[in-house]
């Protein structure tokens, strides 16, 4: 923590700073320029961070330096993490292709759309049992009837079953039926949901946060990987801006970033990302090649009927030529399919 | 729901829109302008909102007209609502002051601040004992020991208390020492939790989202209100914009807004909308110029040691200072403290 | 400037960036940590800045620490400054009202519109002669006969004017006719425009830009500054934000932050802040109640007929009541209008 | 244009909005829902736009249905431009490589930078005579010597010269020398020079503002096509979000979007869009992957010594490694270089 004194700091608050720096077992290191003093303060980053310093008389203003997440950085743990799943991999050379559709809506259409992306290429089968709906009035999912037609179709299809979690109650339902629990963006900072998907022993897609920094993603995981879960996969699926011509904005740029900072994988979401089927195929390519190491792709035989999120779902025949273009680019990369 | 067709949309794909929104029970409206044709679907929102027009072929884009909530809209209930709490109100033309430390630290802290701010003229004592951390390795709150804190410090004082409900499982156990329930901000779209205290009996404050619109932050209301709660009391808290000299963007504009749109009463969080204690004053005074029903302020009689949110907390002799100039703005725009 | 080395960086990587800030007449301070080395760069900011330190091998990032501007430092002038014109005052007690039509339309309503606001208490006429307008078919203002209907309207009423600059080429021809020159939102970086303004003796209103950061309306405030025209009157209109429910989102707390980082008049233009004429007048009082020096209200007598911004605007009636509220809570607050 | 009226809209005020649409030579449509009715205005959308529909009592809102631009928009001309510079192209199948320092120092480095950029396989080269920069005390660009300069350098190379052009009476000069004129972001909305460059017969990259939507973008473009120059390519180069781990957020879903809405090519700034060298490559990368006609790319043989932009600046070595790796992925999507 960088501590920075106001022009006109008298030098007893300037000696109280370094008081309280050294009060807590942390070092100072002075650093009187020709204006103004900066005070460093080294030591123990979680105890530096509790102390309030701007809040002291004479500070201007108390500048953080170090990165506040632990585990999951690529600091702690050089080498990328990649993590198993029956016989898949997310992290891996190989690229983890999830689809399906946003709400599990119906045994039919589930198991249709299961052998369909499994026949288009899927490695991972995802679809909703529980959706977060803005409106109280929309369509809620079908609860524990979805998790029963997603676990039927993981029978069908061989595929791995990926599903939201809303729940802290639901949890351990949820893990009966699922291979990945996903925590969607409206509860990446539901702290104590992601407590207990910390507890369980099942990977976790954890998507970014409407607003969320890069920094609070990362800290989001640490939360769960506090207590012991590290089979965290982050997944960018867009943040809010001012541009409305799309749903958010896909952060591409977020995963060469985060690739950088964490050893987790980190996967795209390009279907809310952008909220146009149109946009998904394009945007899907663009992600594979700034690294990413796997997508999340809605899928849908009849968009046009689904309760949830059909302008941005892609229909099977769209999802085959995403496939052939993403598995073009991701050789180029240097992944497979 | 506006829906318009593309220029080169062809007759047998408008006659399909058409359809639909006939095979849904709703009454088409077409307009065939020079360039395009546009269709307006008329009938229950709740059903149109659900139809995925612009995922049909020959369809430009589809634009809801209508609002999508209910209950707590103005229009359904022209007088403003007033909740009463004991001898309270929130709603009236009598200001709500709720004010108090972020998160309960200790039993003689906690008291100590009680009564400076009924001291200083608050009407309601705040203090979470859950505390929602970016860091799993920051102070979380002491649980049900700083629930009982807050009693005490009921009991002490007469002021009802406000406390954060972070999780449903403890729902039960803050509702026996609470009187007014807060769902915080990042849990302004935990959907789960919104139900839950939707079936509650005590009034519940909803802080706006960080990045939620205003349409948003009244369908999360219409969330509680649909399980028959209808005590809400909305409160702004600032916006994540790109501005990162304050911590986040006060917007003042939802308040007149609000009070147009909704029955429901609104406050003000200057101390988490701006995170700096000496714009807290300037912009309290201002949320009451601009119509707010209440003000929930940071106040902690040593804001240097506080454990959370330092930097924003008010003294309480500043405290008295804000109250003195809330108090002669309140009476200029015909309310009373 | 504090530059903060990586944790593997090597000795011999530290030694560079030493000698760097050194060869650049610089002091270094270095602190060497448990984890890692952080130095900082003490000397002339202007100098500091202008290093790219973190493209330099070994280092993580560079964290700026002192203000860019200065000129326009409330720690360069102490004291507040206030603007003269005629016998008004922007910057004093005196609350400044300038008011006006979005665009100059025709003579007779300029004029009708002038004596109106004139009779509500406005001491400033605004009016644009040069409308920037998102597109080339829309009303791009009147040019030079614009400007002399506002000479006009000043001749008729004595309200000094206010008017929009849009182009360099047009500076001289402004400025006879203008008391005070308008730098718009979408010309805030508009770089030589502002030093052009920087040359001339006139007051300047410089509107914050639609994205742009209290740090960066501060520079062009001292772009403008260092030429050596310091009659600079900053103006909030606006951020734009992912909220569309109003045009813009309103920064009021921009006023009491900017009154404490720089000596100049701050005023607020709830106006195009807003884009609702309903919201203008409670956001109208919360700037007064939180300490601006003045507001720029647009009004038109015809709002529905306008060629420009209708939606906005208040008829004279809406503005004398404005007036009204405006004055009861300057008087609380210590001014006077 | 949809006009939506309030449930409680009068008859006469309804019949009112109709003669409003008819005395403007407008066709109305009128649909009457259960709830409301919504009436459609029919016809000439430049005439439409100037009416200010909500201003007028008993209107809810107004929804503008069709776009706003025309010459611009790929319906206007089905087949995409190809702009020709000698014997280059930009928005055929060749992708079209930009590539230089920010600003231009000196002669020896602009130079020696033009060969490097050249042997990496650019062509054409950047660099900027007249630089926006934040702060007035920043290097500002060597002006008409920096364009001789880079005159220089093009006879040395052949590469054509693409260069900012930030005041309209820099005009004239700034065209003798370069082939290709830069608005920069700043400047998006700087309408004046719009118009300027529209006059001018060199093609012009517009790059997209800071915090301007696709659609404001496109007006920008109209602007220019209406002077009767429509040689415009336009540049994403990030937009202005919360994050701060990136300079700006590079929107990628920009060119797919943009591909769909006009015939005009789309290019990519991946230096300014992230700020950091080592997300260039993945960046640029992605942005031809999802259908990009081109990079503007920051090299600087120095870039610890840069004058302007050093951290986000590659290395002519590591701009050869991105030449391969873009050239790897157009092949996979029907590109070359």
Redesign the interface.
Known sequence: M?I?MK?DATESEIQNIIKIIEENGL?P?I?R????V?I?A??DE?VI??I?F???PGVENA?P??K??KIVSR?FKKDSTAIKVDDHEIGSDRIAIIAGPCAIENREITLETALKVKEGGANFFRGGAYK????????QGLGEEGLKILYEAKQKTGLPIVTEL????DAELVCEYADIIQIGA??M????LL?EVGKIDKPVILKR???S????LL?SA??IA?QGNTKIILCERG????????RN?????A???LK?LTHLPVIVDPSH??G????VI??S???????ADGLMIEVHPH??K??S???Q?LKPEKFSILME?VK??A???GRII
Chains 1, 2, 3, 4 share one sequence.
């Open positions: 960088i920075v022009p070092k290191h650093s320029g020709k204006e103004r900066i460093g080294i030591g979680a961070r509790n309030p701007d809040s002291y500048v330096i170090l506040p997440y600091e977060p709906r803005t409106s109280p009035y929309s369509f809303m729940d802290p109650r409206r509860n900072q539901n702290f104590r407590l946060g409407l607003s920094t890069i920094n609070e800290m640490e939360y506090s943040i809010r801006t001012f541009e409305t011509a799309t904005t896909l952060d591409l740029s995963v060469p970033l950088k990302g952008t146009h089927w149109d946009l394009p945007m390519v663009a992600a594979i090649a700034c690294g968009p046009e689904a309760l999120d059909g302008s779902s273009k073009a680019v050789e180029v990369v």
